[in-house]
């Protein structure tokens, strides 16, 4: 991991973490970097956002870069006006789905896809050692205004989106967790034939609907009310719209290997080629993709982006919760997202439910523990060295990004640090949900275990998620 930035950027709690003077000092330094003349800047909806995206802007002015001011938007909607403007950079202040005390940084390159490690070591580089000098008083940049940016993004979305032919009017449930994404999905499902109800459609930083992460935990207390409106599928993003997760109303949280399954058998079906997927997606994908004549390429978590600049034959790259149609633009974009899962329901006239039935279902784990920062780095590697240490012969070992291992009966378990809280997280799959259990819970017991000998009080740690059978 970088000195600044994680799997999704630079992400921390307001202000200790990241601050006005980080806000100032990454905009200078990506300005610097690019040599940019023009960089584009946004935000999302969190009570600190327009304090660190002003400083950002600020930064960005002083080392001589014109800015345009994108505004409020969803975060796709930010990369995408990179690409529409020309411009050099994108600034994207945004903590995703962390708690309203949090804040962070994305920044992308001219493309619109996300900075590679190599990019984000030399802007560190550049904030570090503040080699970034200020432009002459006469070559300081200009603070640009993005005019109608936001408008023109849903007319975008909406007609890349938008259903060959109509077999079969969705009614949708959209959540948009009182973020960015409020601002744009609505309208997008509405403008392509949808009928569209909404819950915390609102913005408001402090997330007073529901916790800004669309875990099942988070969202399946609400299915009795996408039931009563008789909704064929209920979609969900995070605080910035770059995620999204799928409900079907009649059997709850869908896993998201399979809606990452689905859309790469769409995707195949259009064309042959490969699907990039992250180290912690399983099964139900490679059987799609290996029906459907395609590849399939791993990558770290939170590196799709660089996946697509060693594969220019990729049809699409996913990772829960998260999906790139090279086709409309090379970011992640939740909006487009749910825009294109209802285009395939409205295309073939089936609700989520009966398009999932043909998507196979394997048992699934996804359980993260929270610990104090001081602690779990050494929890991490001992734990990580025991879980190598067990693994039996014929197993496949896989250390990208945290340990995998993939065993001989095709269950597998992953262990890896977040890239954005202090959290270890587990995944996991097996042929049976008893058989998952007892892995999953023995690694978990083992953490929790390791935690508590380093000093971790037990209120001090935190295990949410579950096994889905």
Do not use: C
Request: charged share 25%; glycine share 10%; hydrophobic share 45%.
């Amino acid at each position: 991991m970088g000195r600044l930035f994680g799997t999704a950027g630079i992400r921390g709690r307001y202000p200790d973490e990241v601050g006005p003077e980080l806000a100032f000092g990454v905009g200078a330094s990506v300005a610097w970097v690019r040599r940019a003349r023009l960089v584009v800047v946004g935000g999302d909806g969190r009570l600190t956002t327009p304090i660190l995206k002003a400083m950002a802007s600020a930064g960005a002015m002083v080392a001589g870069a014109d800015v345009v001011d994108a505004g409020l938007v969803p975060m796709p909607a930010l990369p995408w006006a990179v690409v529409r403007r020309g411009a050099d950079a994108g600034i994207y202040i945004t903590a995703s789905h962390n708690p309203p005390t949090d804040n962070g940084i994305k920044v992308f390159r001219p493309d619109g896809a996300e900075f590679t490690r190599s990019e984000e070591g030399e802007v560190e580089d550049a904030y570090f050692t503040k080699s970034w000098e200020p432009a002459p008083w006469d070559r300081v940049g200009k603070l640009l205004s993005g005019g109608d940016l936001l408008t023109q993004y849903i007319a975008e979305v909406a007609d890349a989106a938008a259903p060959s032919g109509v077999k079969a009017v969705p009614r949708v449930v959209v959540d948009t967790a009182n973020g960015a994404a409020s601002l744009a999905t609505p309208k997008v499902l509405r403008d392509i034939g949808a009928e569209v109800f909404t819950f915390n459609a609102n913005v408001d930083g402090r997330f007073p609907g529901r916790y800004p992460e669309p875990r099942a935990d988070v969202l399946e207390p609400l299915l009795p009310a996408a039931r009563a409106l008789r909704a064929d599928v209920f979609l969900a993003h995070d605080g910035d719209g770059d995620r999204l997760a799928v409900l079907d109303p009649a059997r709850g949280f869908v896993k998201q290997d399979r809606v990452i399954a689905l859309l790469a058998r769409w995707k195949l079906s259009q064309r042959g080629g490969t699907v990039i997927v992250s180290i912690d997606v399983g099964r139900a994908v490679r059987d799609v993709v290996e029906s459907m004549g395609g590849r399939l390429k791993v990558v770290r978590l939170g590196k799709l982006h660089e996946g697509l600049l060693e594969t220019p034959d990729a049809v699409m790259a996913a990772e829960p919760w998260k999906f790139i149609d090279p086709s409309w633009g090379r970011w992640i974009d939740g909006v487009y997202q749910a825009a294109t899962i209802v285009r395939i329901m409205a295309e073939e006239g089936k609700t989520i439910g009966e398009l999932l039935a043909e998507i196979p279902d394997y048992p699934q784990a996804r359980v993260s523990i929270r610990m104090p920062k001081a602690v779990r780095d050494r929890v991490y590697e001992t734990a990580s060295q025991e879980l190598i240490s067990k693994a039996p012969e014929g197993a496949e070992v896989t250390t990208i990004d945290g340990v995998r291992i993939d065993y001989p009966d095709g269950s597998w378990l992953l262990l890896r640090k977040s890239g954005t809280e202090p959290k270890i997280r587990i995944y996991g799959e097996a042929p049976t949900a008893e058989e998952l259990r007892r892995a999953v819970e023995g690694l978990k017991a083992e953490i929790i275990r390791l935690a508590k000998e380093l000093g971790a009080e037990d209120s001090a740690i935190q295990v949410t998620g579950s096994i889905k059978p």
